[in-house]
């Protein structure tokens, strides 16, 4: 999995670049789906999906907004399943110049869906690139903390913009 995710990774950057249009003031949204590797050993598979909305504050800086589920599913010892997340974020994302390429730095609250599994604080740092107008790209680490525990994933995520 992780060779997946570098080879996507290195596919996206070296893509051709042209200059991303940014409409100052301008609010956008886009949905998308996340498959990764956690981080933590006993999980397997993560995938999940998202709505984000962004606003342009410059045509270098957008500020977002995002909430979705991410599925962190494990097995051990033959038993097996699921442990759910819904993230919701805040962050920047910064383009590159005048590049489609871009980091996106996200703080926000995740909220267990096991009951009394409580709140914990999530973080998301990921880098990016428009591959078109409508469709954009990324490596993305999310992660979940709390009690100096931290249940995280390195995926790829894949949205399509309005």
Do not use: C
């Not at 045509?59 to 759910?84: C, M, Q, R, V, Y």
């Not at 383009?95 to 604080?121: C, I, M, V």
């Not at 078109?132 to 949205?159: C, E, M, P, Q, W």
Request: charged share 10%.
């Amino acid at each position: 999995m992780k060779k997946i995710i570098l080879s996507f990774a290195i596919l996206a950057f070296t893509v051709g670049a042209k200059a991303q249009k940014h409409n100052v003031g301008a609010t956008t949204a886009n949905v998308a789906v996340n498959i990764g590797a956690a981080t933590e050993s006993g999980y397997k598979l993560v995938y999940g999906a998202d709505l984000q909305v962004e606003h342009s504050l410059s045509p270098t800086l957008n500020i977002t907004g995002s909430a979705g589920f991410e599925n962190f599913h494990w097995s051990e010892a033959g038993f097996s399943g699921n442990d759910g997340f819904i993230p919701v974020l805040v962050g920047a994302k910064a383009f590159f110049g005048e590049s489609k390429a871009y980091a996106h730095a996200q703080l926000g609250a995740g909220f267990s869906t096991h009951s009394n599994g409580g709140t914990f604080f999530a973080y998301a740092p990921s880098i990016g690139y428009y591959l078109s107008d409508n469709l954009d790209a990324s490596v993305k680490y999310l992660a979940f903390s709390k009690n100096s525990h931290t249940l995280g994933t390195i995926g790829v995520r894949v949205a399509y913009n309005f």
